[in-house]
């Protein structure tokens, strides 16, 4: 009986993972069985980014993801009726939609809040929208039911930390280094006392979930991550798996189902 209650507690304490995806890459259905195969492999959230000429914060493959997919014509509205297909299909994981602050800012941020809401999303992650100069994005979630995830950064203050938190977000995602993304990160004592900051509970003494991204390409670092973070985040290493699968559904729908797993721990 006793045993059966570890096993239980253990189960409890999973890491979560938030998996990326570039809407439509390399190409509608490709992208869809990509998203599958998390869901499959055990993803929490799906984190879809808009294909964007300048994605400022990711690395080359992501680039590189984003520009073929423009090459190929596809727009925004394209990028919203692939979520809308996500959510009618997988009615029970949480999207959030990564973007950057002129795709959102451009058509207006409620009225893009508005759309994205009637798309299915549940959260917004806008890295060049910092939590205290952004555009009305965290009262446009609130307005139409979804949340505002902040980035922090290990650069960031120890009082400019604090006064993230005071504003009672629910989610941070926490970047574990500086840069762009994709290239292997080693998880540090720096890093540690970083996300340690994070676990302060806010002035009304709630303690945000936190999900550490930034070049998490396997289970080593997942499992240092652990004791520090509710979850988190992958996205280079599933694109390469993508393009690796070189247009095979099967073999694409495999390695990613696989290694999702492996992040989490469940293989």
Same mark, same amino acid.
Request: a positive charge.
């Given at each position: 009986?006793?045993?059966?209650?570890?096993?239980?507690?253990?189960?409890?304490?999973?890491?979560?993972?938030?998996?990326?995806?570039?809407?439509?890459? $390399?190409?509608?259905? &490709?992208?869809?069985?990509?998203?599958?195969?998390?869901?499959?492999?055990?993803?929490?959230?799906?984190?879809?980014? &808009?294909?964007?000429?300048?994605?400022?914060?990711?690395? $080359?493959?992501?680039?590189?993801?984003?520009?073929?997919?423009?090459?190929?014509?596809?727009?925004?509205?394209?990028?919203?009726?692939?979520?809308?297909? &996500?959510?009618?299909?997988?009615?029970?994981?949480?999207?959030?939609?990564?973007?950057?602050?002129?795709?959102?800012?451009?058509?207006?941020?409620?009225?893009?809040?508005?759309?994205?809401?009637?798309?299915?999303?549940?959260?917004?992650?806008?890295?060049?929208?910092?939590?205290?100069?952004?555009?009305?994005?965290?009262?446009?979630?609130?307005?139409?039911?979804?949340?505002?995830? $902040?980035?922090?950064?290990?650069?960031?203050?120890?009082?400019?930390?604090?006064?993230?938190?005071?504003?009672?977000?629910?989610? #941070?995602?926490?970047?574990?280094?500086?840069?762009?993304?994709?290239?292997?990160?080693? #998880?540090?004592?720096?890093?540690?006392?970083?996300?340690?900051?994070?676990?302060?509970?806010?002035?009304?003494?709630?303690?945000?979930?936190?999900?550490?991204?930034?070049?998490?390409?396997?289970?080593?670092?997942?499992?240092?991550?652990?004791?520090?973070?509710?979850?988190? #985040?992958?996205?280079?290493?599933?694109?390469?798996?993508?393009?690796?699968?070189?247009?095979?559904?099967?073999?694409?729908?495999?390695?990613?189902?696989?290694?999702?797993?492996?992040?989490?721990?469940?293989?």
């Amino acid at each position: 009986m006793k045993r059966n209650k570890t096993k239980q507690n253990e189960a409890k304490k999973m890491i979560k993972l938030m998996s990326h995806l570039v809407a439509n890459y $390399p190409t509608p259905e &490709l992208s869809f069985a990509a998203a599958q195969a998390l869901v499959e492999g055990g993803a929490d959230i799906l984190e879809v980014q &808009l294909p964007f000429s300048d994605p400022s914060a990711d690395g $080359p493959v992501i680039q590189n993801a984003c520009s073929m997919v423009l090459a190929g014509g596809a727009t925004g509205e394209d990028a919203m009726s692939f979520i809308a297909r &996500l959510r009618k299909s997988f009615p029970e994981v949480k999207i959030a939609i990564m973007s950057y602050a002129s795709l959102i800012f451009t058509p207006g941020v409620d009225a893009f809040c508005k759309k994205a809401s009637e798309a299915g999303v549940n959260a917004m992650i806008i890295p060049d929208l910092p939590f205290d100069c952004d555009e009305g994005l965290t009262v446009a979630c609130k307005k139409y039911g979804m949340e505002n995830i $902040p980035v922090a950064a290990p650069s960031m203050s120890d009082g400019r930390l604090q006064k993230m938190l005071d504003c009672g977000f629910k989610t #941070v995602y926490a970047a574990l280094r500086a840069g762009i993304t994709g290239t292997d990160t080693k #998880v540090g004592a720096q890093t540690v006392d970083f996300l340690k900051k994070l676990k302060r509970p806010n002035k009304s003494g709630i303690v945000p979930e936190i999900y550490g991204g930034f070049g998490i390409h396997g289970r080593e670092q997942a499992q240092v991550l652990e004791p520090y973070v509710e979850g988190v #985040v992958a996205g280079s290493v599933f694109v390469r798996l993508i393009d690796a699968a070189a247009g095979y559904k099967d073999v694409l729908q495999k390695t990613i189902s696989e290694k999702a797993k492996e992040i989490k721990g469940t293989v």
